[in-house]
């Protein structure tokens, strides 16, 4: 019997043994399952992170390109106006230009010329008249 016990014992001592180490591995395992579990939450820390820089340079670039659409517009109506005035200015300078033409062909007729001797000549005498008599 005590033979019997001790093969028991040194069972139950070989299978203490093996569940020892069992567990010393699966504590082991335990750390490195932490481990990975730690680096998992940095990861997904990090993708955030991530994720957000992605989306403030995509709103920076939006703003960017809604800024140039912008600027080129207002630099393309500046070009318009530009042009408009340059035109209307052209079609001033072409109406004085015209104008001027005109009034340096007019002459005048031997009628009108004669009218204003005569109208000159008559104001000249009354005004003599006036002073003889006055």
Do not use: C, N, Y
């Not at 079609?91 to 004669?114: C, G, H, Y």
């Amino acid at each position: 019997m005590k033979s019997r016990q001790k093969d028991d014992d040194q069972d139950q001592f070989q299978r203490g043994q093996e569940l020892g180490a069992v567990m010393a591995r699966l504590q082991g395992h335990d750390k490195e399952i932490m481990t990975l579990r730690t680096g998992q939450t940095q990861i997904s820390s990090d993708l955030v992170a991530l994720k957000l820089s992605t989306q403030e340079l995509a709103g920076a670039a939006l703003s960017a390109a809604k800024t140039v659409e912008q600027t080129a517009k207002a630099a393309t109506d500046a070009r318009l106006a530009t042009a408009a005035a340059l035109k209307e200015a052209k079609d001033r300078d072409a109406e004085t230009l015209r104008v001027a033409a005109i009034t340096s062909k007019a002459t005048w007729s031997p009628f009108q010329k004669m009218l204003l001797v005569l109208t000159t000549l008559t104001g000249l005498g009354i005004l003599f008249l006036t002073w003889l008599h006055g």
